[in-house]
């Protein structure tokens, strides 16, 4: 099945700095590796996501890179603002089945942006 | 917009009791899950059902079932909770695969 690494843990960056959380997964035909946020006492949100036949995606401060020939993805946000701080999961399908449905999720990263 | 609804965001139980977490969702969406969530360890998906009454196994399925008797509802059921099964519990729905899956609020649940 499909194994999803997550680093780091923890991030804690300056208000208008960037902020860079990298993915490593193992499932070559994996085709689909979205990002979500998690702000506290809420669920999980989709804030971008990657489909393989394109390298890179932004939208406005947030972007997403992906190297299929390394298999890892990496969320790029900048001028990061104090209501980016929140946890951020990478995920990854598993596998190509009929209940290809399912994804991995990585471990996740706080992140925290201090004024 | 999607709506996942959980029908407690807290909950406490005590050791050996029959547990039962509802999710609803509002987009006639054929994919469920029930996702666990502690910290270090991510989600883990604990069962998944693709259609009524079908559900598969995920990564952590023992001590816990599911039921799915119509496609907008899933349910959790820890059928005698224990005290290591404390956690936060989230529902999530999606089209089918690969797409968006939209989470409910969580409900995080300590067993006594």
């Known amino acids: 099945g499909e194994n999803v690494e997550q680093h780091p843990s923890t991030l804690s960056v300056q208000e208008g700095d960037s902020a860079v959380i990298k993915c490593t997964y193992s499932?070559?035909?994996?085709?689909?590796f979205p990002w979500y946020k998690q702000e506290l006492g809420k669920g999980p949100q989709l804030i971008i996501d990657?489909?393989?036949?394109?390298g890179e995606k932004k939208d406005q401060r947030i972007a997403v890179t992906l190297n299929k020939t390394a298999k890892h993805f990496s969320l790029h946000i900048t001028e990061t603002q104090p209501e980016d701080s929140a946890v951020y999961f990478c995920?990854?399908?598993?596998?190509?089945?009929?209940?290809?449905?399912?994804?991995?999720f990585g471990t996740g990263t706080r992140l925290q942006v201090t004024l | 917009d999607v709506k996942v609804t959980q029908s407690s965001r807290y909950l406490v139980k005590r050791t050996g009791e029959k547990v039962f977490l509802e999710c609803v969702q509002d987009?006639?969406?054929?994919?469920m899950f029930w996702y666990r969530q502690d910290p270090g360890l991510g989600l883990r998906l604990i069962y998944f059902?693709?259609?009524?009454?079908?559900?598969e196994k995920g990564d952590i399925p023992e001590g816990y079932s599911v039921s799915r008797e119509k496609k907008e509802r899933f349910s959790l059921i820890l059928e005698s909770a224990s005290t290591n099964q404390t956690s936060m519990y989230l529902c999530?729905?999606?089209?089918?695969?690969?797409?968006?899956?939209?989470f409910g609020p969580g409900t995080r649940l300590l067993v006594l």
């Open positions: 999530a729905s999606s089209r089918l695969a690969p797409e968006t899956q939209y």
């Open positions: 499932d070559s035909a994996s085709n689909y």
């Open positions: 990657i489909r393989s036949n394109v």
């Open positions: 995920a990854a399908p598993r596998g190509n089945t009929g209940t290809a449905s399912k994804l991995t």
């Open positions: 987009m006639d969406h054929e994919n």
């Open positions: 059902s693709y259609d009524v009454k079908m559900k």
